[in-house]
């Protein structure tokens, strides 16, 4: 039998605390294709799409994939903009409709819109309007997801990556298409359980290298062979986001002995709530992460300082100076740094020629009482570019991206990447394909919480992470939530 199945990609993870509302242009920006385009530009990658179509195709589904969009995490979406892009995933299910067996979607799992707190939530259940309650609904999701109930209430397969940085997301991709696959076929009845504790966050962000995460994916797998269990997702949540139902979960899609199952959700949540206190990840100031750079010696790579707090991954806004005025105070040698997202200074600096002295503004203008304003500098414009690149790592090996109109300007001995668009640091070629070599540098400075890991460990002598005071600084009491449920952690000790 050949069955139809209905796919779509639609992220967005949504700082609620950034003046950057992700609006049309925002999709525009990381790129809105349909079809047999999304498939042909993603359909080989590390994306849920792939993962969909490796199943798919073998199993000879007909497949109607509506859109492919994302935005960079920024503030929540616009009416407009959610209603275009869910319009034309809920429009092809009308057309399609009485013929589809199945639905596969590609979502965060934090997205949080201008006129509702549950974006995912949202769009499911405009999907089963026009569905009805029996088609079977998988969806994957991010494991920084806030999963709400309607979530789970509306789909019945939910699956998240296992790895941060997530370079899983073809496999969960496969995994969920597996389970629709034999849903479809009537080999199974899945469905999803949830469990939750009063936390904005997991205490170590979700890490899954390092920390108590390792033994919960551990016994998140181990626990998938069991009878009747297809997956368990472990949920770190996604903080930054203030609404009702912020915080860590634990998932499992399963069949049959429903109190077992979700006896074993809440023993693995329970852990993250006793754990509450642990750190694993030291954060140092600016001034110690910048002294450690002046005396550090490359012997076996350079030195990596992740701006944690200004990570456009979690919605920072990626124009904070407070890292780099201290670098350049210091008079680092041999290191660079980016991105600098300043568009204003981006196009200055592209209508110049390269070897050309010139005299900026950057950065620290979205907000300069977070993460330091604008840095007055005269440096040397090393390159100019239209920002485009093709990544080559674990996360972003084969996706095509661009940082908009960008340049290398370099004061002092550090090269500063200004890029027009917004964006986390986590492929090698976001700084290659500009002329710029980490792994030649003494001293690395980038913007990324986790997802550099990927591709910038292997190159390094040693990673440090530092709080630089902006948007996303991992003390999160510092923010002034007002939806989030209350008492809760750690706001309520």
């Known amino acids: 039998m050949t069955f139809t199945v209905l796919t779509a990609e639609f992220s967005h993870e949504s700082n609620t605390f950034s003046r950057c509302p992700a609006d049309d242009a925002a999709f525009e920006d990381r790129g809105v294709s349909a079809g047999e385009e999304a498939i042909a530009a993603r359909g080989a990658a590390n994306t849920p799409l792939a993962g969909f179509l490796a199943i798919g195709r073998t199993a000879g589904w007909r497949i109607v994939h509506a859109i492919s969009a994302a935005a960079q995490p920024s503030g929540p979406v616009t009416r407009d903009a959610f209603e275009r892009i869910a319009g034309v995933i809920v429009e092809a299910a009308k057309a399609q409709a009485g013929t589809i067996d199945g639905v596969l979607l590609g979502l965060h799992g934090a997205m949080v819109t201008e006129f509702c707190e549950d974006g995912e939530g949202e769009l499911l259940e405009r999907l089963r309007a026009v569905l009805g309650p029996d088609v079977p609904i998988g969806v994957t999701l991010d494991p920084h997801a ?67 995460m390792v033994e919960r994916i551990a016994r998140a797998r181990t626990y998938e062979k069991e009878a009747g269990v297809f997956a368990v997702s472990v949920n770190g949540g996604f903080g930054n986001a203030d609404i009702a139902e912020v915080g860590p979960t634990v998932l499992v899609t399963c069949e049959g002995d429903s109190a077992r199952h979700l006896a074993f959700a809440e023993a693995l949540v329970d852990d993250m709530w006793q754990r509450r206190f642990e750190t694993v990840t030291d954060f140092l100031s600016v001034a110690d992460a910048v002294a450690e750079a002046a005396s550090y010696i490359a012997t076996s790579g350079p030195l990596v300082i992740a701006d944690y707090a200004d990570n456009p991954g979690g919605g920072g806004y990626g124009d904070a100076t407070g890292l780099l005025q201290a670098m350049i105070a210091a008079d680092l040698k041999d290191a660079c740094f980016g991105p600098m997202v300043d568009p204003e200074v981006a196009a200055e600096l592209r ?143």
């Not at 389970?179 to 076929?185: D, E, F, K």
Request: hydrophobic content about 40%.
């Open 146 to 212: 806030n999963v709400t109930r309607k979530m789970t209430e509306l789909a019945q397969i939910v699956v998240s990556y296992k790895t941060y940085p997530h370079v899983d997301i073809r496999e969960t991709g496969r995994l969920a298409a597996g389970i629709l696959q034999r849903t479809m076929a009537g080999e199974i009845k899945p469905v999803t359980l949830r469990a939750e504790r009063p936390m904005l966050e997991e205490v170590n962000g979700g890490r899954t290298d390092i920390g108590p």
């Open 351 to 493: 209508a110049g020629e390269p070897g050309a002295t010139v005299c900026i503004r950057l950065g620290g203008k979205v907000d300069p009482q977070i993460g330091g304003g604008p840095l007055d500098l005269t440096g040397t414009l090393v390159s100019v570019s239209d920002g485009g690149y093709v990544g080559d790592g674990p996360m972003m090996g084969g996706l095509q991206a661009s940082w908009g109109p960008c340049a290398v300007l370099r004061v002092g001995d550090i090269e500063i990447l200004v890029t027009s668009i917004r964006a986390q640091m986590n492929d090698l070629q976001q700084f290659r394909a500009f002329g710029i070599d980490p792994a030649a540098k003494r001293v690395v400075a980038l913007k990324s919480m986790q997802h550099f890991r990927a591709a910038f460990e292997p190159i390094a002598g040693k990673v440090i992470v530092c709080d630089s005071g902006a948007l996303c600084t991992p003390d999160l009491s510092k923010l002034p939530y007002r939806r989030a449920r209350r008492p809760i952690f750690p706001l309520d000790r």
